[in-house]
């Protein structure tokens, strides 16, 4: 079999036909992470991993899957996310899926409830009962694993991540990546097709703005954007009205495609 003879040209390519978003929204609480998910196709669910459901309250294409567990050592919330990633899967395969749009939320309450499960792996312990070194390993694996399958699959997919501040050692100096395991702090935003970082701006003369920030500079240099072609549809920073439409991806996909169709899903 010649796979050569399969190749597309770049030039004949039209994103607007089968794009999936894959993104990754970043920022601190409070800087309109659920907000910007609320603008992606069609009917959403969101996995609450964080216990936060109340702030997607009264958004009619948002429906809300907790995923929690009171107690801190049970590994049950784990498994209760791995077998919602598995039901999708099996949804999709059978066409029976009626969400256009996934999104977890978010990225450090699902590392903490993978490491609960980890914990039961070897009960050998650090100081104080705190997992140890052998233990983060396989967290990695685990939620690593989890999240791809998402990305895998033919539908939008979204994860909020927090960020954390480190020493950037080759350049100096610091740097903001997502808040997670070792070194899935610079793996993670090369698995989507777009990571903006969001925040907000309070006046005392207007209400809140939110803002999204979708190319990467500097400290900030893990942000990036499919949509943005050569950073040829937009400039940074793209403001999220809902007030005013088209809002948030809705405004993206105009600056980018234009009229073009595409943006709603036909269901799987």
């Not at 069609?42 to 948002?62: A, C, F, H, M, Q």
């Not at 501040?165 to 350049?171: A, G, H, S």
């Not at 954007?225 to 405004?251: V, Y």
Request: net charge neutral; proline share 6%.
């Amino acid at each position: 079999m010649e796979h050569l003879a399969n190749v597309i040209p770049a030039k004949d390519l039209k994103l607007s036909e089968n794009y999936k978003i894959k993104v990754a929204l970043t920022g601190p609480s409070g800087s309109g992470k659920s907000t910007g998910f609320t603008t992606m196709p069609g009917k959403i669910l969101v996995i609450d991993y964080d216990g936060r459901k109340e702030t997607y309250e009264g958004y009619p294409n948002v429906d809300v899957l907790p995923c929690e567990h009171p107690d801190p050592l049970s590994p049950k919330a784990w498994t209760m996310a791995e077998e919602i990633r598995k039901e999708v899967v099996k949804k999709i395969k059978d066409k029976s899926f009626v969400y256009d749009s996934v999104v977890e939320d978010g990225l450090s309450s699902l590392l903490s409830i993978c490491m609960r499960w980890c914990l039961l792996l070897d009960p050998k312990r650090g100081l104080g009962g705190v997992p140890a070194k052998h233990h983060y390993l396989p967290q990695m694996v685990k939620v690593t694993d989890h999240i791809k399958s998402y990305i895998s699959l033919p539908i939008h997919y979204g994860l909020a991540m927090h960020l954390e501040i480190i020493e950037d050692e080759e350049m100096g100096g610091l740097k903001y990546l997502p808040k997670a395991t070792g070194k899935m702090r610079t793996d993670i935003p090369n698995w989507f097709n777009e990571s903006y970082f969001c925040w907000r701006k309070d006046s005392e003369n207007k209400d809140t703005e939110y803002f999204w920030n979708t190319s990467g500079t500097g400290k900030w240099d893990f942000l990036k954007s499919t949509l943005n072609n050569q950073g040829k549809s937009w400039t940074d920073p793209i403001k999220i009205d809902l007030d005013k439409e088209p809002a948030g991806f809705r405004l993206l996909w105009e600056k980018r495609f234009k009229g073009e169709k595409g943006f709603e899903s036909k269901r799987i």
